[in-house]
C-alpha cells in the first residue's frame, strides 16, 4: 500500500477541446484527491507534438477554470521535459532494459493483435540488429510473466506484456519520446501517488508498472473510470467529434459528469463553490461503477443534432 501523502493529476493532451469524457476523467481525479485531503495538479501531455496545438491547451485551461478547478502548483508541459526523458531512457539503457529496433510498422503488421489493439511485438530485434541494420527506434524489454495489480474501480486486473504487448517503444523513430515514458517519468518526477483516468488506459497500465519495477521506483494505486461512449458505443474523443463541454453552463455539466460518476447532487446548485463542497463531502471511489450501462449525455446530444 503506498503511503506518500495523497498527489493526484490531471494529464489531458491537447488535440482538441475538453469534451464530456475528459470532463469526468477531471472530475473523478479531483474529487478523489481532495476527498483523501490531497493535492491535485494538472499536466499537459503534449510529448507527441506532432498532434498537440497550444490553443487546445488554453482552451482546456481556461475551461478547467470556468469549472472551479483549482490546481496545486504551475502548469507541466511534457514538451519542456525532453532532457528529462533523456535522463531517465539512459538510465534504463545503461541497466539494459533497452535495445534498439530497425524494424518498420509494415514489417511488424501481420504480427498477433495486443489487448490494446496493435501488432504485438515478435522480438526480431531483441538479441541484436541484423547486419546491415540499423537501430529506428528503442524498445523496452517486458517479461514473459503475469503482472498483477488491483485497481480502485475495476478490482483485479493482470496481464501477461509479454505475450500480451511485446517490447514496446520508448524512443521513437521521429526522435519523440513515447507516450509510456513520458508518463512514467513525469508521474515519478512529480510524486503522484494515485492515478486515477479513463478505463481506456487499463490495458497500458502492466506496461507502466513494469517501468517503474525496471526504475525501482513506488508504482502509484490506481482508479480506473468508466467511460463515456457516443450512441455508437465509441470512447468519446477528437477522433469521434465528441463536441467541447463548452464554459456556458459548468454546474449543469458539472451534475451531468458527477452523475455519471454514481454521485447524485439531487438540489439546484447556484453556486459552484457549494457544488464542489458537497461532493467532496460525499464522493466515495467504492461507488464509481466499473462501466456505464446507459450514454453519456454528450451521445443523447449528438443524436439529436444528427437528428435534425
Not at 2 to 21: M, Q, V
Not at 187 to 202: F, K, T
Request: with cysteine; proline share 6%; glycine share 8%.
Amino acid at each position: 500500500m503506498d503511503i506518500r501523502p495523497y498527489r493526484g493529476r490531471f494529464a489531458p493532451s491537447p488535440t482538441g477541446e475538453l469534451h464530456f469524457g475528459s470532463l469526468v476523467a477531471a472530475v473523478g481525479s479531483y474529487l478523489d484527491a481532495r476527498a483523501n485531503g490531497g493535492e491535485w495538479i494538472v499536466r499537459i501531455e503534449d510529448v507527441d507534438t506532432t498532434r498537440c496545438h497550444p490553443e487546445f491547451e488554453t482552451s482546456i485551461l481556461r475551461t478547467l477554470e470556468a469549472y472551479g478547478f483549482e490546481w496545486d502548483g504551475p502548469i507541466v508541459r511534457q514538451s519542456e521535459r525532453t532532457a528529462y526523458y533523456r535522463e531517465v531512457f539512459e538510465t534504463l539503457k545503461r541497466e539494459g532494459f533497452v535495445y534498439g529496433c530497425a524494424c518498420t510498422r509494415k514489417e511488424i503488421a501481420d504480427s498477433a493483435i495486443g489487448t490494446d489493439g496493435a501488432p504485438v511485438y515478435p522480438g526480431t530485434c531483441r538479441n541484436g540488429l541484423a547486419p546491415g541494420k540499423k537501430a529506428r527506434a528503442w524498445r523496452l524489454k517486458v517479461p514473459d510473466m503475469t503482472i498483477e495489480y488491483h485497481d480502485a474501480i475495476q478490482g483485479h486486473q493482470f496481464q501477461n506484456p509479454g505475450r500480451d504487448v511485446g517490447d514496446f517503444v520508448l524512443l521513437r523513430a521521429d526522435g519523440l519520446f513515447a507516450y509510456q515514458l513520458a508518463v512514467v517519468a513525469d508521474d515519478i518526477g512529480q510524486d503522484v501517488s494515485h492515478v486515477v483516468r479513463g478505463a481506456d488506459l487499463l490495458a497500458s497500465t502492466p506496461r507502466q508498472i513494469w517501468l517503474y519495477r525496471c526504475l525501482k521506483k513506488d508504482i502509484p494505486a490506481y482508479a480506473h473510470l468508466p467511460l463515456a461512449v457516443n450512441e455508437a458505443g465509441e470512447k468519446l474523443s477528437k477522433q469521434t467529434r465528441a463536441r467541447p463541454v463548452g464554459t456556458h453552463d459548468p454546474v449543469a455539466r458539472l451534475v451531468e459528469a458527477m452523475r455519471f460518476l454514481n454521485l447524485h447532487p439531487e438540489k439546484t446548485w447556484h453556486s459552484l463553490q457549494d457544488l464542489w463542497n458537497w461532493a467532496i463531502m460525499n464522493w466515495s471511489i467504492g461507488n464509481v461503477p466499473k462501466r456505464q450501462t446507459t450514454r453519456s449525455p454528450d451521445s443523447t446530444y449528438q443524436e439529436k443534432k444528427h437528428d435534425r
